[in-house]
């Protein structure tokens, strides 16, 4: 009965499997029985259910049921060893023939351990922004945030009326140079001729760029200055507060000035409060395991969630106070704004957003130029990496590759629609990241689809919520921020459901990579759709999402 | 696993590495995270039991990747030897030696490789015994593969290890993962570390990386590599002073040792077993015994074989002020610190080795269209640093301070009392009332039920019943794997039986299996690890192959999940818990063609509907909302398709002691809970609303499936094709099988029970049918002396006689009341108005039995009541015939 079957061959690592015939004898009455069996080296088998099916297989009598066993594994056991063998001697081979660099070699393990171990890891350089964040997290959390609040405010406020001075100046040269071109017109055809007119308005025009430069630079050193105090104050006071103990310092912080005096409106530049239309769901994800989320629908203008609102409210106060409390926590707010594909603060809601950021010192955070320089140099860096790996490896066009890197080649200082870049705020009223997603004209076409860049752009902007602990992110529901004539009923409620659908699906994803911890999303629409559109999305939204059972208090039956 | 003793326990965290970018995998689904792969190749090491191995008792996942892992901790180890600067006495290092070889030995017998051997992971014990620490690190890593740290330590680094190569992550160059290194590749850093500890100081440390593996790979062009190692370490002292110390301080046998450790070439140097025989260890190797696995509970050979008492039995409780806790096993502690409040990540983050940035201070500057990003500044606090932290047991002892001794050790024989006295058992009583949410945070209970259960479990099978009557307070979380198990009877070489089962031969319904098992209970950790997939797959095809007349439908693998997942380590027991729950309570669901038992099986689902919830079952036959268009994977899967595992283990702890007609009072149960939101629906949103089934609060859904349970005569679940009767004497034990517990089936068969009805028969009733000898059972009108259930325990029955007043008075059941069929019902099939319906009304919540000559009378009474809303109709099967023979009827004495 020499029985000989060929196993199924266990799928291993193809580089190194190999295989190799395992052979048994025993006798049978009076046969002498052989049975072999081709194994794939690294056997990836437990090695009693390979016993267990080779004895049920061939059929292999009860009795040599043990020797079987302990002859297998000593085979396996033994091969397995002989084949760690030749590999490591095929690479210390390698070494002594000089086909690998032994420079080379050690310095890659020299890197790998100072990358990534501690012990081996070059010391930190202390970093004074982390340990300003420290000092700030625990003053924050202190009965001194009230008094760091307050001097906030007043540095705010001093901001605001240097802000309301610029605007009167700027009125005043506008009116005065209105009056001298009037008189100028007057005069055209007459004693002055187009040319003069010209030079006027170049030298009006220059008069203007001269002022607004002078108040920038001002307000840049204000803030420069400001900035230094606040911090030199903090740390300050932290250290007075480490010094002595605490019940005095807080009568300390009490006495410390606080005039909040109100001060008077400082122009129709700070917005009034408008009805804001809005509506919270809390909804179930997950086909067994439900997690639990916060979804809103509002009607706002997407800059509400920056500009400070007077202090005078306490609402304002207490939002304030959240964003200064949650700034260095792992809930941060972030907020997503559609932007154009210039890394810069020149032109629409850009620059919008951009006299905001600037409307309060930002005391933790470079200024916004600052940070989008350095964004400016990242992107370039970053299209460097990609240039070089391409070139690597030029095998793998990605999707619609040719187009994009023609745009790239022409300018690689601009971003492509479905990137973003980042930056943070400490002084905007609900938000501690901005995540400006590039979008082109395309999203107001009507037929976008679930893999526009637009769409993907959003499930990364998700995915860094996730890695980064933003636990609340506000996302332009229809992808636009302000609405248009071809943007229709139906095209919104098409718009919408796509972007409610995609979100869907993006949580669900991020349940698998964060575990499904609870979070909060905003769709916002904007101002200028109707409260019916609004009551319609807010319908629309219920059937998409599960949202979760209201708690029926009623007794059991 | 073995108990704490003088250990302590210590936990140490590292990162697994990130995965690229967007990239799926072959089968189209996203990636499985690099921490979930290594949590779930954890796993196996829990069994990976020995004294010369810390046993690994946990892992957790944190927040980005982070993973933790907990293990038996010394605080003292080699390193400290090097540190005092001490030279090892020559029988101190055969010592080391020969117990460190023991573990390597045991390790590589279970196919894993240490890799990371350095001084301070083998940590020495109270009595001076080597533990190895960490040796599982490679194994859960998949050599090093799941993470950007290489394992291992550079100055212990085998020759062949550099020269493979590292392979950096961030370096795309490489594309494989690293070759596997091989058992002796620890016999070299083991070479290494005896030669620290006989020069009494550490190796190559002041020297750069790069040059100490350069300086370890050019040893292979040496003749000597003891004598240059020795050089090495004299470039700091006198060389001449330490070539002499190596030969005239070191015995000839340790010098023997050192240089068969550091053999260059891999293939002259001898593997830890080999090692172990050599004759160098002859004098030590006699001082050890053979380390023997204790046996298991489920196997074929005596588990008490090997048991020794002392000749004086009072030896064994000889110390009185022990410290009990440390008595108990490394896990069990580690659970009950949990539950005393502790936690992980505090405890590594007051030890300072989790250190977090704010994560605002390391977003990324810019994110790419395909998700890369770039200008995230390197976070330190990424960084390796595996320094093992104490977790102090303190809290926990406080927490426990008051158990007495006793509670420790409970004393079994006493069936009566279900809680060991202790001082503090008045305060357990109360516990025992609280929801079991409390109950299983709490610490001081669960340690009591723990060790009850745990001494039961010990004495399994003979403790049978005993384990029954404590399941049925609840089940310790801990424990719940092996107490299911004995809930469902498994005894035998379990382990054996599945050896022998072809796991590994392609069927037919691989490509089915493959397609499911990536979407069943996928939430889950442990389920949704490649090991997890591996275990899944191979305990399905298992049953498959051992079930040749049933096949795999869909549902089959949410009913391997909960067992699979309890029983992760073992899937002997997962498979032999599978393979009988599923013929208790899922009959012949699973063959291939299963309509009719399905049909049989909703079918008395909704009468189950009718009898407890008269107005719903209205309402959704009105509708047409039938159960086939949702239950089937209620029932198909036992609701694991329908609930996450947590909510399974709670409705299963009490499914399972119940009968097989238990889950229909669940689905009732589930119904009940939605019944606002049924009742206020048409079909299109009941439709919607089942296809994602609510949030289900679970445990009221158990108290009111059990509730409903009591109140359902047994035989009203009555079904054809149930499993047939159990062939008497199996109860090896004798398990004394209570009422609620035991099936209608399993009773024996006899004149009055229900006969098998036509499936279209059973379809036209919308009242289930009871059998006679429920109905003497229940009204008590056995003259064989009391029922088999206490007056209480009983649900109460009105026997309606619908006969005319005529045949009422020949003969009819005392008790029962008379309302002739002709008389009760209007036109419109209301109620008339009379006094006999009035008692009726009376007794409206009782469970109303009607009795007719004519069944078909009895079908249209029941179902005329059901339609005006009578809950807990049911009708005599066979009617008052079924009677006649038992001479139960009595005529009433004439009125006077």
Known sequence: MPSCATMKKNKGKASSTNEKEFVFEFRAGQHNCVLKVPLQFPVQEIINDLHGRLMLLHKIPCYIETDLKSSLSSFVEKETILDYDREAELALQRLTAGDVDINQLTNAWTRSYVETTLEHARPEEPSWDEDFADVYHELIHSPASDTLLNLEHNYFVSISELISERDMELKKLQERQASEMDKVMHELGNTLSDHDVNAVASQHFDAQQVLENKWASEQKQVTGIQKHEYQQWVISLHQDLQKSNSSQITEEIKVQPSQLLEVADPGARMFEEQPQLEESFTIHLGAQLKTMHNLRLVRADVLDFCKHRQHSSAGAKLRRLQTALSLYSSSLCGLVLLVDNRVNSYSGIKREFATVAKECTDFHFPFLEAQLDEVQQVLLYARAQRSSKQKEQPEIPRNGGDDKNKNVERNPSNILPGEFYISRHSNLSEVHAVFHLCVDDNVRSGNITARDPAIMGLRNILKVCCTHDVTTVTVPLLLVHDMSEEMTIPWCLKRAELVFKCVKGFMMEMASWDGGISRTVQFLVPKSISEEMFYQLSNMLPQIFRVSSTLTLTSKH | ?896
């Open chain 2, 1 to 896: 696993m073995r108990p704490l003793k003088d250990a302590q326990l210590g936990a140490f965290t590292f990162f697994a590495s990130a995965l690229p970018h967007d990239v799926c995998g072959s089968n189209g689904l996203p990636l499985t995270p690099n921490s979930i792969k290594i949590l779930g190749r954890f796993q196996i090491l829990k069994t990976v039991t020995h004294p010369r191995l810390c046993q690994y008792v946990d892992i957790s996942r944190g927040k980005h990747e982070r993973l933790i892992v907990v293990a038996e901790h010394f605080e003292s180890s080699l390193s400290d030897f090097q540190k005092q600067g001490k030279k090892a006495s020559s029988e101190k290092v055969l010592q080391v030696a020969y117990e460190l070889l023991e573990g390597l030995d045991f390790m590589n017998k279970h196919g894993m490789v240490h890799r990371a051997l350095s001084a301070h992971n083998v940590l020495m014990d109270c009595k001076g015994n080597v533990k190895l620490a960490k040796f599982g690190l490679y194994h859960m890593t998949d050599h090093g593969a799941d993470v950007d740290f290489p394992i291992g330590y550079p100055s212990y680094l085998a020759p062949e290890v550099i020269a493979q190569g590292s392979f950096h992550p961030s370096d795309f160059s490489h594309d494989e993962a690293p070759l596997p290194s091989g058992p002796k590749t620890d016999v070299w850093s083991l070479g290494v570390l005896l030669f620290e500890l006989c020069a009494g100081r550490r190796l190559l440390q002041n020297i750069e990386i790069s040059e100490r593996l350069k300086f370890i790979l050019t040893l292979g062009c040496m003749d000597d590599i003891v004598t240059v190692l020795a050089e090495e370490h004299g470039c700091l002292d006198a060389i001449k002073l330490i070539k002499a110390f190596v030969y005239r301080e070191l015995p000839e046998h340790v010098l023997e040792l050192l240089r068969k450790c550091l053999t260059f070439l891999p293939s002259k140097r001898p593997t830890p077993a080999e090692l172990l025989g050599d004759p160098i260890f002859n004098g030590v190797s006699c001082l050890y015994t053979p380390f023997k696995k204790p046996v298991s509970l489920f196997s074929s050979s005596l588990r008490c074989a090997h048991l020794e008492l002392p000749e004086d039995i009072s030896d064994l409780c000889k110390d009185d002020d022990e410290d009990y806790l440390s008595e108990r096993a490394i896990n069990e502690v580690y659970h009950l610190w949990c539950l005393a409040g502790g936690d992980l990540e505090k405890e590594l983050t007051n030890k300072g080795i989790i250190q977090s940035k704010p994560p605002i201070c390391t977003l990324a500057n810019f994110v790419l269209e395909d998700g890369e990003s770039f200008g995230q500044r390197r976070d330190r606090s990424f960084l390796l640093d595996d320094t093992t932290v104490t977790l102090s047991l303190c809290q926990l002892g406080n927490r426990l301070r008051d158990v007495a001794g006793e509670a420790y050790y409970p004393l079994l024989e006493d069936e009566q009392s279900s809680l060991p006295q202790s001082n503090s058992s008045n305060e357990l009583s109360t516990t025992v009332k609280l929801p079991l949410i409390i109950r299983e945070r709490d610490t001081e209970y669960q340690l009591i039920r723990i060790i009850l259960f745990d001494r039961l479990l010990k004495a399994y099978p003979y403790k049978k019943n005993l384990v029954w009557k404590e399941a049925r307070v609840d089940i310790p979380p801990l424990v719940r794997g092996l107490v299911w198990a004995a809930l469902l009877g498994i005894e035998g070489d379990i382990q054996a039986k599945y050896e022998s089962t072809d796991k590994d031969t392609p069927i037919p319904t691989d490509r089915q299996i493959e397609v499911d098992i990536p979407r069943c209970h996928q939430y889950d950790e442990l389920l949704s690890s490649p090991q997890g997939h591996i275990k899944f797959r191979r305990v399905l095809k298992a049953w498959v192959v051992s079930h040749p007349d049933l096949v795999y439908w869909q549902g089959l693998d949410s009913l391997c999940a909960p067992f699979l997942y309890l029983n992760f380590n073992n899937e002997a027991l997962a498979y032999a818990c599978m393979s009988a729950f599923i013929p208790k309570y899922l009959y012949n669901f699973f063959l291939k063609d299963n309509s009719h038992v399905i049909q049989e099986y909703l079918t008395v689902f909704s009468q189950m509907i009718a009898f407890h919830d008269p107005e719903l079952s209205n309402h959704l036959n009105e509708i047409g909302f039938i159960p086939d268009l949702y239950a089937i994977p209620w029932f198909l899967t036992m609701f694991t398709h329908v609930f996450p595992l947590h909510k399974i283990f709670h409705l299963w702890d009490t499914l399972l002691l119940g009968n097989s007609s238990f889950p229909f009072c669940i689905g009732v149960a589930i119904l009940q809970q939605l019944r606002d939101r049924l009742l206020a629906n048409g079909f299109n949103e009941c439709i919607l609303l089942f296809s994602d089934l609510p949030e289900i609060d679970i445990e009221r859904c158990v108290r009111e499936s059990i509730n409903l349970f009591c109140w359902t005569p047994k035989s009203a679940t009555y079904r054809q094709h149930a499993q047939p009767p159990k062939a008497a004497g199996d109860n090896g034990f004798g398990k004394a099988a209570s009422y609620y517990t035991s099936d209608y089936q399993d009773m024996p068969k006899t004149d009055l029970s229900r006969d098998p009805l036509a499936l279209c028969d059973l379809k036209a009733e919308v009242a289930p049918r009871i059998s006679a000898e429920d109905l003497i059972d229940l009204c008590e009108l056995s003259l064989s002396g009391p029922g088999k259930r206490t007056r209480a325990g009983k649900p109460k029955i009105v026997a309606v006689d619908i006969r005319n007043l005529e045949d009422f008075n020949r003969g009819h059941i005392s008790g029962s009341i008379n309302i002739p069929f002709s008389t009760a019902f209007g036109p419109n099939s209301e109620l008339v108005q009379c006094p006999a319906t009035g008692v009726l009304q009376s007794y409206r919540g009782r469970v109303i039995v009607i009795i007719s000559h004519a069944i078909t009378n009895a079908i249209m009474f029941a179902a005329h009541l059901v339609k005006v809303n009578f809950p807990r109709v049911c009708f005599l099967d066979g009617g008052i015939n079924k009677l006649k023979p038992t001479g139960l009827l009595t005529v009433p004495s004439p009125m006077i």
